[in-house]
T-cell receptor, first 113, second 113 residues
Framework: DQQVKQNSPSLSVQEGRISILNCDYTNSMFDYFLWYKKYPAEGPTFLISISSIKDKNEDGRFTVFLNKSAKHLSLHIVPSQPGDSAVYFCAATKFGGAQKLVFGQGTRLTINP | DTGVSQNPRHKITKRGQNVTFRCDPISEHNRLYWYRQTLGQGPEFLTYFQNEAQLEKSRLLSDRFSAERPKGSFSTLEIQRTEQGDSAMYLC???????????FGPGTRLTVL
């Protein structure tokens, strides 16, 4: 069963506009959520995270929003830049124990000039 | 550079051969994880070490797979009698026990012919 889902395999956005990537989860035990960015032939790079005690976390151009009741989170990138073109993975975990990450399938973001 | 390193970056082998991959985590990180990623999917958890102890293994980790982390430093992942279905990117990540963020290496891409 897919506990973390990213339903959009791809997204195309014009440079300078907002990119919104979405993620849904089913396991209510998850209490920490992360976004990773991946370029071809590289490992995932940590981008931003949010604890379940918050509903928003901001870091520069990146903001993550968490809606616990809907089991939904989103990543906003404003303004989008060509270097943001990559595959973005949403991941979830439960603090304590192994803290293993459960990943979504990824969304390929393309920023067009 | 003090990031996570993995060797080799690429490995091509014939079905039935044994392969071994190495991961060197960030030096002060006590937790080390192995994940596997196949095309179009997000990384999937395989196993986790806290210091030298292997504390959790996924059901994905068949008895042909073995991982070690002697002295709590680098880790090796061995696959015996490789099968074509083992072809994937094998990712290593490390973290501090008190933090959820995991930092990934570049991965080892295994191709089984």
């Amino acid at each position: 069963d897919q506990q973390v889902k990213q339903n959009s395999p791809s997204l195309s956005v014009q440079e300078g506009r907002i990119s919104i990537l979405n993620c849904d989860y089913t396991n209510s035990m998850f209490d920490y959520f992360l976004w990773y960015k991946k370029y071809p032939a590289e490992g995932p790079t940590f981008l931003i995270s949010i604890s379940s005690i918050k509903d928003k976390n901001e870091d520069g151009r990146f903001t993550v929003f968490l809606n616990k009741s809907a089991k939904h989170l989103s990543l906003h990138i404003v303004p989008s830049q060509p270097g943001d073109s990559a595959v973005y993975f949403c991941a979830a975990t439960k603090f304590g124990g192994a803290q293993k990450l459960v990943f979504g399938q990824g969304t390929r973001l393309t920023i067009n000039p | 550079d003090t990031g996570v390193s993995q060797n080799p970056r690429h490995k091509i082998t014939k079905r039935g051969q044994n392969v071994t991959f190495r991961c060197d985590p960030i030096s002060e990180h006590n937790r080390l994880y192995w994940y596997r990623q196949t095309l179009g999917q997000g990384p999937e958890f395989l196993t986790y070490f806290q210091n030298e102890a292997q504390l959790e293994k996924s059901r994905l980790l068949s008895d042909r797979f073995s991982a070690e982390r002697p002295k709590g430093s680098f880790s090796t992942l061995e696959i015996q009698r490789t099968e074509q279905g083992d072809s994937a990117m094998y990712l290593c990540a490390s973290s501090l026990g008190t933090h959820n963020e995991q930092f990934f290496g570049p991965g080892t891409r295994l191709t089984v012919l």
